[in-house]
């Protein structure tokens, strides 16, 4: 693949995960329950292609979250309902569950209804997600293909790019609009520069029509 020209290889999220291959991560510290194999298995293919200078990117979950057990019950990290926004499916009372009511700020993009719309405002999913990136970089991961763009404020992947200072970033805003794009790339700046890049949804929208 070196040889071929390759310098990334974009992985799937690598959290436990209640399903979807990753992308509805419950326990985000937890990188042994995972399709993709045991922890010491990751490292060691982390550490092979950071060897011969191709960088993993992780694909990185940061809109929702499920519940370890149930639809608000966090662990690894534990997180409060104060975490989730309330205006997300489970603040309705007639949605029938176990656990607390979401009782964090309005949600600041889209709403996500497969799992539990994590509140950007709050400090502690701030803090929280800083700090798994920092976990992924430590396994051996080089920058972040973020999942779901729409899901809230741009200016949080700014500030979550900028603390984690990636090799590469590059956001899913699945749009055929290109201006929306651009507005999304322009909106994650930090420190007055764009710090990620999108995938060009519209010339993919293009090229199938031909």
């Known amino acids: 693949m070196k040889a071929a020209g390759f310098d990334m290889i974009w992985?799937?999220?690598?959290?436990?995960?209640?399903?979807?291959?990753?992308?509805?991560?419950?326990?985000?510290?937890?990188?042994?329950?995972?399709?993709?194999?045991?922890?010491?298995?990751?490292?060691?293919?982390?550490?092979?292609?950071?060897?011969?200078?191709?960088?993993?990117?992780?694909?990185?979950?940061?809109?929702?979250?499920?519940?370890?057990?149930?639809?608000?019950?966090?662990?690894?990290?534990?997180?409060?309902?104060?975490?989730?926004?309330?205006?997300?499916?489970?603040?309705?009372?007639?949605?029938v569950y176990t656990g607390c009511r979401p009782s964090g700020a309005a949600d600041t993009g889209e709403n996500f209804d497969g799992s539990r719309d994590?509140?950007?405002?709050?400090?502690?999913?701030?803090?929280?997600?800083?700090?798994?990136?920092?976990?992924?970089?430590?396994?051996?991961?080089?920058?972040?293909?973020?999942d779901f763009t729409k899901g809230f404020a741009p200016s949080y992947f700014g500030s979550y790019i900028a603390a984690s200072d990636p090799y590469y970033s590059v956001g899913e805003y699945w749009d055929t609009d290109l201006s929306k794009i651009k507005n999304w790339i322009d909106a994650t700046k930090s420190a007055g520069a764009n710090v990620s890049g999108s995938f060009d949804f519209p010339l993919y929208y293009t090229l199938s029509k031909i």
């Open 11 to 95: 992985f799937p999220p690598p959290s436990a995960s209640t399903g979807g291959n990753g992308y509805f991560p419950t326990e985000l510290y937890n990188f042994s329950q995972t399709a993709w194999g045991s922890e010491t298995q990751l490292r060691r293919m982390l550490t092979n292609l950071n060897s011969i200078g191709i960088y993993p990117i992780a694909d990185v979950v940061a809109n929702h979250r499920s519940g370890t057990t149930g639809w608000t019950d966090f662990t690894n990290p534990t997180w409060g309902c104060e975490t989730i926004c309330n205006n997300d499916e489970a603040a309705n009372p007639i949605n």
């Open 118 to 146: 994590m509140d950007h405002t709050n400090p502690i999913v701030q803090n929280g997600y800083k700090e798994y990136l920092n976990k992924l970089k430590d396994l051996g991961f080089k920058g972040w293909r973020w």
